[in-house]
């Protein structure tokens, strides 16, 4: 099972930009499609973006589409979430998550879950 670190997290002022990385390590991780969730407390953790192994199809959530792109580096096992145009809505921890089946934009399909980065933008 692969394991996953995501980094990059931080404290942004509105209308500003960060970019998180997921690191893979172990199994075949470059096969595995890949998404980014987030959540906030007392709500259920919601779908942001997700990308094939492949890197040539991705999905966005209405709500960060237009600013955020998801990208992969399989040479590096890495994935990147590149936000911009942050709003105080967007604050949340930050999940990343691997999953081996077609892909998907519900959590219970991923498998593989990384701890987590807090994402704070201030207004």
């Known amino acids: 099972q692969v394991q996953l670190v995501e980094s990059g997290g931080g404290l942004v002022q509105a209308g500003g930009s960060l970019r998180l990385a997921c690191a893979a390590s172990g199994g075949t991780s470059s096969y595995y499609g890949m998404g980014w969730f987030r959540q906030t407390p007392g709500k259920e953790r919601e779908f942001v973006a997700v990308i094939s192994w492949s890197g040539g199809t991705t999905y966005y959530a209405d709500s960060v589409k237009g600013r955020f792109t998801i990208s992969r580096d399989n040479a590096k096992n890495t994935v990147y979430l590149q936000m911009n145009s942050l709003k105080p809505e967007d604050t949340a921890v930050y999940y990343c998550?691997?999953?081996?089946?077609?892909?998907?934009?519900?959590?219970?399909?991923?498998?593989?879950w990384g701890q987590g980065t807090q994402v704070t933008v201030s207004s």
């Open positions: 998550a691997a999953e081996r089946g077609p892909l998907s934009m519900h959590p219970a399909d991923f498998g593989s």
